[in-house]
């Protein structure tokens, strides 16, 4: 488990983020992570989402009371992994009588310090299970240097269908290429623009990114309507479907 400090007072926001096996908590003020923590997973979060909260209020003598909202990555991504992190900031919304910000982890992927200052379209790329594969395009608001907006919702693609979606030469980020390149009856790769300097998958401090310009009016909402962005049914419905077919 590993964490990043930083020290500013202010309104504070708990984000987090569980959608891949690296999970994260992030304590946020303004603009500023005043603490991260990290785990891989490849099972459930569940087990270390509620144990990092407790550690995470802990390190900084901070109170529930504290919070002003909460943040979290919806997905796409790992089903299992989804659940955890939504239902973890419904269960705190509606016990902390808190509102929450939600957004899809495509979305939150892109705003990571590797792409502060890229002005050309971003495409982030996750793979899902089987061959399936979550790809979304974003690029820079204008005006606001760190601040991408979506230009394509995220949408669920087979293998060989993702060179159609991302142009040759765009910029890719997330590990859904990592997953492309070792599938089985590729390559299905296209000629695109990668960094070593990365992330391959969203963390919760990303969030401080996602704020810039409206943390003082965020839209949020409240717990009841913080849902899991799946995008299509979990293996367990496909089967359950294709045996009633």
Not at 80 to 90: E, H, L, Q, S
Not at 155 to 180: E, M, N, Q, T
Request: hydrophobic share 40%.
């Amino acid at each position: 488990m590993t964490s990043a400090t930083s020290s500013h007072p202010g309104k504070i926001v708990l984000a987090v983020e569980t959608s891949t096996s690296l999970g994260s908590l992030a304590l946020i003020s303004g603009q500023n992570t005043l603490k991260q923590l990290t785990w891989q997973r490849e099972g459930s979060h569940s087990e270390l989402v509620t144990k990092s909260f407790d550690e995470l209020m802990k390190s900084l003598n901070l109170h529930l009371q504290s919070i002003a909202y909460i943040a979290v990555g919806v997905g796409p991504g790992s089903f299992t992994g989804i659940r955890v992190g939504v239902n973890f900031a419904r269960a705190l919304g509606f016990s902390l009588s808190r509102p929450v910000f939600a957004m899809n982890s495509l979305h939150l992927l892109v705003h990571q310090k590797s792409l502060e200052t890229y002005r050309r379209p971003v495409f982030a790329l996750q793979y899902g299970f089987r061959d399936i594969f979550y790809v979304g395009e974003y690029c820079l608001a204008q005006g606001i240097t760190t601040n991408f907006i979506e230009v394509q919702k995220p949408r669920a693609v087979v293998a060989r269908d993702v060179i159609k979606f991302i142009p040759a030469g765009a910029r890719v980020v997330g590990g859904g290429l990592h997953a492309l390149e070792t599938l089985p009856g590729g390559p299905y790769l296209g000629s695109w623009s990668t960094d070593l300097r990365d992330t391959t998958a969203p963390e919760a401090c990303f969030f401080s990114k996602t704020l810039v310009g409206i943390s003082e009016n965020p839209p949020l909402t409240d717990w009841i309507h913080t849902v899991p962005l799946y995008i299509r049914a979990s293996e367990a419905e496909e089967k359950l479907r294709s045996c009633a077919d």
